[in-house]
């Protein structure tokens, strides 16, 4: 399972709407999967700085979800932080809010920890938000795909979230316009997917978008068509533009206001049987 059951998701509080609102997106994930979840607040002054808040609001999430809550308050760096603890705890997910302060980029003299690092570094899958809208429930989760060995990997983990939230799979697949060269090796490809992902039970659709763009491709496909979630593999072998400027998997993060599940690539069994067929 790409969300173990019965572990904990851990949800970094920062008492910003933003945090209120990744709180609130962990209840169907945490019933489906049985998990506790961990409400944590880094702190650049104490281990109990806003315990009275975060008490209340954890009180507030048992109330509303019925769900176990707990509360941890540490002192230190926040996306630094949130990796040690997940680790310690040996949390399932992350949910993590992104405002408009999130960094990106390292700047001259460096400063702390960016976000690409941050969720490469993560010793779990992180959903990151980046809006104040929500979303009740998942009806679409929508796919990049394209000939990379990630990609692959993440459909067996599509079909699993699909099935979990009665969702529909929307793969959208980006190359570079007039590329027909790409677009004619993709093509086999995508018909494999969507005709496994059909044998699992899992109504999916599938749409190719020439763009010289890929991350606001992919961004405004999902706004476009109502996506409740988009699913990527974050890229481990980096070449120089790409530490220096992002993957597209980075800037999908940055740009998007639908939520997007980043997980670390990992050979599982479960792609054995997808894989043979590729």
């Known amino acids: 399972m790409i969300i173990k059951d019965n572990q904990a998701i851990l949800i970094p509080v920062d008492f910003s709407k933003y945090s209120y609102i990744a709180v609130k997106q962990s209840y169907n994930l945490a019933k489906y999967t049985k998990s506790k979840l961990v409400l944590l607040h880094v702190s650049a002054k104490s281990d109990n700085d806003h315990q009275a808040e975060l008490d209340q609001l954890a009180q507030s999430t048992r109330d509303e979800s019925s769900l176990e809550v707990v509360t941890k308050i540490v002192k230190g760096e926040l996306l630094e932080t949130v990796n040690k603890i997940a680790g310690e705890l040996d949390c399932s997910l992350i949910i993590m809010a992104l405002d408009e302060n999130a960094k990106f980029k390292n700047s001259l003299f460096g400063g702390g920890m960016t976000v690409p690092k941050f969720l490469v570094a993560a010793p779990c899958p992180v959903i990151t938000l980046r809006s104040t809208d929500m979303n009740q429930g998942c009806k679409n989760i929508v796919m990049p795909f394209d000939l990379s060995p990630e990609s692959r990997e993440k459909v067996s ?59 606001e491709a992919i961004v405004e496909y999902a706004v476009k068509n109502e996506g409740d979630l988009i699913i990527q593999i974050n890229q481990q072998d980096l070449s120089i533009s790409e530490r220096m400027n992002g993957t597209v998997g980075h800037k999908v993060v940055e740009l998007s206001p639908v939520p997007v599940l980043n997980v670390n690539p990992m050979k599982r069994e479960s792609m054995s049987h997808f894989s043979s067929g590729m």
């Open 157 to 215: 983990y599509a079909v699993q979230l699909a099935r979990l939230y009665k969702a529909d799979i929307r793969i959208v697949s980006v190359f570079k316009p007039n590329d027909e060269e790409y677009e004619n090796k993709l093509f086999p490809y995508l018909q494999q997917v969507k005709k496994f992902i059909k044998q699992e039970g899992v109504h999916c659709t599938n749409r190719s978008l020439p763009s010289a763009t890929a991350a």
